[in-house]
């Protein structure tokens, strides 16, 4: 048992292993290794379309995942006890959101947009005064955030409906009747028992934006996220800087986790004291 | 500088300094509206880097510039060059196919400042209004004149100048010849695809978008590399069908598989030819017999272009001839322009591989627009990757 | 502010949301789905079934991807379910939340340099040179669906472990110590106790993973060398490269279609078999 856990974890980590290995090589083609060099790390550090792309991966992934987490858990609190129509509307484009892959979300938001757009932009247009310089809309960061923050929103909600369903719905009766107002029950009882599913759904939620290859690559405009980057850079070849770029992205995000590993437990360590 | 240098009131200065720490203003804007341009200027000829950088185009052109392009078709110093000289960075994003690109500025929302269409593709640019004339006053480097009128040619559309020559090339195949176990390079199209089903099993790589891959198929039959006919398209859908199971993929990535071993073979066009052929001599760059593509590619402004004075810039700074020299040397395409052609070296000037023998180039065609958006032909590529 | 008033603000946000980047998006895509291609490609309004006749022509696609889909499910299911065991149930305590994080790290380098990190793997100079000097030769692994299902595999097999490790995870041990002192056979306590319990893990990991596979394009894309075609490849190809919108759109819808169903009745038979009239969730 415990051997084939090991095989499972060297079929995860070889891959993983190799970017990390070739990261580190001082030839510029990926399939040779020609000698120790950490010089792309330099490079992908100094290079300012990279940077630029982490920036607004980083940006759109905090936003989605803050739009998509407080959005949808509103909305399942609200959900609670909904019947009819209204119900069976959310639960439909509930479940679409999460089942439409990808591909044809982002084609059919595109499309969409640049239509709506179309439409709008001439009516801005007209209706500004004279002299100043219309808004143009157009697709960029606030299209990217609003396609991401659709299909995690729907994560999040039925997260946090699964959490809320299994709670005590006397609990909330009781305090109800102890708070009076609908905020002081939702601050002192709901909230706390949520909020482990808030924060699963957050996280869920950053990880798939910044992950995002397909969607980000229809409705992001002329923003480029890091997958875009990595994607367009590919298809020169391979070089050791997207490699020195993944095992950086992949060595921070390990060094969160641990971080966040020891201050959960000492922070329980606390209270059991 | 043209800007009056008298001095200025000190809280001014503080201005402007802060302007242009912010980044609103360019460093000449500074230099020259605080009279320190001049100061500078003088201590220059003493400390030589403290000499302004010369600024490329006049004025603030932002700090970037998108560039859809090719794979393996620019000198990445250059690119720092132009960083240097205006400030703009310049982000490139890679296409495959012509399509591609066409698909992308259809859909809208593109936000590139320059890309590089081919030859075929700029009637129905036009047509679909998708790029904008251009101004040549803002292109001091463009001269017409000095082009080669064939790879020229295609960039005016009823006399409105709407794109400007990059390279030129052809559209040939690279074959290892390593693996020919002592048989004789293949040198047609017919042989290419013969050894594709036979000796080279598993180890082709055909271009994964249509007017190459469809009009090379063609030419195993000898007809034209831009036909619609019917009858003709059904002769190489077979013979694309048959060859697939043969094939080591559909990708117009080619280079790192030929590279590293995996593909034998290749259709390639001729500064991919050239690069491998530079590292592996082994890689030959063979022209079909029969004929097949010869294009030429051009820098065009989509319309819309989210930072037009960059794009001008960095089209302008490629058209320098000693810039696209440098280019030339990099990825090996051929130039139209007899300005840069008189800075390269004889060797390259006579490479066989970027300017074939006349007899090897007189059979070769243009891409047609209508090959292009001929929906049959599209249809026959998609039914042959989904087989 | 009354109950109804509240719970109407409450709801409005995400209505609002998922009206304008979900129900409109998809309501084009339908109408365009009745167009016709422009004569440079793109989309010319009409009203015509054409499209949704001509699907036949992509059939290899939706084969493809009918087939690999739930092969890529049961091939990340049966890798899985094995550590998603030893996670939940045999190893120490001391080490699960650590062997736990080390199954979604990898999850956080980009798919697309994982990707490639196999086509090095698989390539000529990987895993064939490997064979070739224990003797296995001639070996071509790169390009094949095999690789594609070994992509598969590797970029979903996270999403399997963890829905079934919290099913496990769940289970009271001292059911399995009972059913082993009352003289059951490892083996007979996996399959009468474990298993069964386990069903609902399986279903939404199975789920999640089939899901994310029928619109799979990237691994295919570059494991597959354009070979192995999906209809997620299908739908680039229409889009990118034919610039067929109308029919895009209607092989996007019926592939929206297929899904719905194909869905909707695994969740009948999964609620079945788990005895519950409740739906499977998806988390």
């Known amino acids: 048992m415990r051997l084939y856990a090991i095989c499972v974890y060297l079929f995860l980590y070889i891959p993983i292993g190799i970017i990390a290995l070739f990261s580190f090589n001082a030839g510029r083609h990926a399939s040779q290794f020609m000698g120790f060099s950490t010089q792309w790390y330099g490079k992908a550090l100094n290079n300012p379309f990279v940077m630029d792309a982490l920036e607004t991966s980083l940006l759109a992934a905090f936003i989605t995942a803050c739009l998509a987490s407080t959005l949808g858990t509103m909305a399942a609190i609200a959900l609670q006890g909904v019947k009819g129509w209204l119900r069976t509307l959310f639960d439909a484009m509930i479940y679409i959101a999460i089942m439409i892959p990808g591909i044809v979300i982002g084609i059919a938001t595109l499309i969409a947009l640049v239509t709506v757009f179309g439409w709008l932009n001439p009516l801005l247009a007209s209706l500004w005064p004279d002299g100043a310089n219309p808004p143009q809309l157009s697709m960029g960061m606030p299209t990217l955030v609003a396609a991401h923050t659709m299909f995690t929103m729907a994560l999040v909600i039925i997260i946090v409906r699964a959490r809320l369903s299994g709670m005590d719905r006397a609990l909330m009766e009781a305090s109800a009747d102890l708070f009076a107002t609908p905020w002081g029950t939702f601050r002192q009882v709901t909230l706390p028992l949520i909020a482990p599913a808030i924060l699963a759904g957050f996280l869920l939620s950053f990880t798939f934006s910044f992950d995002d290859f397909i969607i980000a690559f229809f409705v992001a405009g002329s923003e480029t996220t890091l997958p875009i980057y990595i994607f367009s850079s590919i298809r020169r070849g391979v070089t050791p800087e997207i490699n ?9 995000s390990l060094l969160l986790l641990v971080a966040a590993q020891l201050l959960l437990r000492r922070g329980a360590s606390k209270s059991n004291n | 500088m043209t800007k009056d240098n008298g001095t200025i009131s000190k809280q001014k200065f503080m201005e402007e300094l802060r302007r242009y720490q ?14 320190l341009g001049m100061a500078t200027a003088v201590l220059g000829t003493a400390i030589p880097g403290l000499r302004p950088r010369p600024a490329f185009a006049a004025g603030d052109i932002g700090d970037r510039v998108i560039l859809a ?16 000289a205006t400030g703009a960075h310049v982000q490139v ?6 399509e591609e690109m066409l698909a992308k500025l259809q859909a809208g929302g593109s936000g590139w400042d320059v890309f590089v269409p081919t030859n075929y593709t700029i009637t129905t640019y036009v047509g679909e209004d998708l790029i904008i004339p251009l101004d040549t006053s803002k292109l001091p480097n463009y001269d017409a004149g000095s082009f080669e009128q064939r790879f020229s040619d295609a960039g005016s559309v009823d006399g409105q100048l709407y794109a400007v020559p990059k390279n030129w090339g052809t559209t040939g195949f690279a074959v290892n010849t390593s693996k020919l176990d002592g048989a004789p390079t293949p040198t047609t199209w017919k042989e290419f695809w013969d050894l594709t089903m036979e000796g080279y099993s598993g180890r082709t790589m055909v271009h994964d978008y249509q007017l190459t891959t469809i009009g090379n198929a063609l030419k195993y039959f000898g007809y034209s590399f831009n036909s619609v006919d019917e009858k003709e398209l059904a002769d190489a859908e077979k013979l694309l069908l048959d060859a697939k199971p043969h094939l080591f993929a559909i990708s117009s990535d080619y280079q790192p598989p030929m590279r590293n071993g995996d593909a034998w073979m290749t259709m390639c066009w001729t500064g991919d030819g050239k690069q491998m052929n530079v590292d592996m001599p082994e890689i030959a760059y063979v022209l079909g017999a029969e004929g097949g593509e010869l294009w030429s590619d051009y820098y ?16 302008d700074f490629l058209l320098n001839p000693e810039v696209n020299a440098k280019e030339v040397l990099a990825h090996g395409y051929p130039s139209a322009d007899a300005r840069t052609n008189a800075l390269l070296p004889k060797e390259l000037l006579e490479d066989p591989i970027l300017y074939p023998a006349a007899d090897l180039l007189n059979a070769l065609e243009f891409g047609a627009a209508a090959t292009l958006t001929d929906p049959n032909r599209a249809e026959l590529l998609a039914r042959f990757k989904s087989a | 502010m009354t109950e109804r008033g509240r719970k109407a603000l409450l709801l409005a946000p995400a209505g609002i949301w998922l009206l304008v980047m979900l129900a409109l998006p998809l309501l084009v895509v339908f109408v365009f789905s009745f167009g016709e291609r422009g004569a440079a490609g793109g989309y010319v309004p009409a009203f015509t079934l054409e499209q949704y006749a001509n699907l036949p022509a992509r059939w290899t696609a939706f084969k493809n991807t009918l087939i690999l889909a739930p092969l890529g499910t049961i091939a990340a299911l049966v890798i899985a379910y094995p550590l998603a065991y030893f996670l939940a149930v045999r190893c120490s305590p001391k080490w699960r939340t650590s062997l736990l994080i080390l199954v979604i790290v990898p999850f956080w380098t980009s798919i697309l340099i994982r990707s490639y990190a196999w086509i090095f793997i698989l390539g000529g100079r990987g895993l064939p040179a490997l064979l070739e000097s224990i003797g296995i030769d001639d070996i071509r692994l790169i390009n094949t669906p095999f690789a594609v299902l070994v992509g598969i595999v590797y970029g979903y097999l996270p999403l399997m472990v963890f829905p079934i490790f919290v099913s496990l995870d769940k289970l009271d041990k001292r059911l399995l110590e009972a059913s082993a002192d009352l003289g059951s056979t490892p083996w007979r306590t996996f399959r009468q106790v474990t298993l069964p319990l386990s069903v609902p893990g399986i279903a939404t990991g199975c789920m999640l993973v089939f899901i994310l596979l029928m619109g799979e394009f990237l691994i295919p894309a570059i494991l597959g060398g354009g070979k192995v075609f999906f209809v997620g490849n299908a739908l680039v190809d229409l889009f990118l490269q034919s610039r067929n919108w109308a029919y895009g759109s209607a092989v996007a819808m019926t592939l929206v279609v297929v899904m719905l169903v194909t869905v909707s009745i695994y969740m009948k038979f999964i609620s079945r078999l788990g005895g519950q009239r409740q739906d499977v969730s998806l988390m």
């Open chain 1, 244 to 252: 020195a770029i993944g095992t950086m992205v992949m060595g921070a």
């Open chain 2, 93 to 98: 994003n890679v296409f495959g196919s012509n």
């Open chain 2, 22 to 35: 912010k980044g609103s203003v360019t460093r000449r804007h500074f230099l020259g509206v605080t009279g």
């Open chain 2, 69 to 84: 392009t090719w794979p393996n078709y620019h000198d990445e110093m250059n690119f720092e060059a132009f960083t240097e």
């Open chain 2, 300 to 315: 065009a402004i989509p319309k819309g272009a989210p930072h037009m004075d960059a794009a001008y810039a960095l089209i």
